[in-house]
């Protein structure tokens, strides 16, 4: 009778191990910011074209919507910095997450007075329903809250946990994206 008992509960543990296989990453994420930079080639404050040489060499002509303050503080020879900000985190949905989408945005810009220079953020949220991912190609599909199918090329400190889902896994996914554009006063 006590080798049955031992044996049920060793026969218990067993299975218990078996349940709990390794799943998997439960979360990823990942950052990237991307900075250029370009001079003032030109300023023509009556039609707000600006014309740029980026550190490339290409030239980039742009137009100031009203909205850009202080377009006559810009002068050729000024350093234009364009900054790029980007993360991305997911992680395994609590059972009780609601799906739909959130988000928030940010916006500023130069006050009176300062050169040119404004910013935007947006962030946004929402559980989504992993559909597939190719470890071949790296790409995995995902349905959105509102059923719309969405496709992404997993970069790679992303693929783990990509690799690791199976069809119906709810995720919860957070993805961050911000731009700034700043003003350099020229040298000498």
């Known amino acids: 009778m006590k080798m049955k008992a031992i044996s049920a509960v060793a026969l218990g543990f067993l299975l218990a191990a078996c349940a709990a296989k390794d799943t998997g990453p439960q979360s990823a994420s990942r950052e990237m910011t991307v ?64 799906g739909e989408a959130t988000g928030a945005v940010v916006a500023e810009r130069a006050v009176e007075g300062a050169k040119p220079g404004a910013g935007v953020g947006a962030s946004v949220n929402m559980v989504v329903e992993f559909v597939s991912y190719d470890p071949a190609t790296h ?20 693929r783990d946990f990509a690799a690791a889902r ?23």
């Open 35 to 98: 900075t250029r930079t370009a001079r003032v080639q030109t300023v023509d404050l009556e039609t707000r074209q600006v014309l740029l040489r980026m550190d490339n060499d290409d030239m980039l002509s742009l137009v100031a919507g009203p909205e850009v303050r202080n377009l006559p503080q810009l002068e050729p020879g000024d350093v234009v910095l364009f900054e790029y900000f980007e993360a991305v985190a997911v992680k395994m949905a609590d059972p009780g997450a609601a």
């Open 139 to 158: 790409v995995a599909s995902y349905m959105t809250p509102e059923g719309t199918l969405e496709t992404t090329t997993v970069k790679p400190e992303m």
């Open 166 to 188: 199976k069809p119906g896994d709810r995720i919860d996914l957070t993805v961050t994206r911000a731009v700034a554009v700043s003003i350099e006063e020229r040298a000498g």
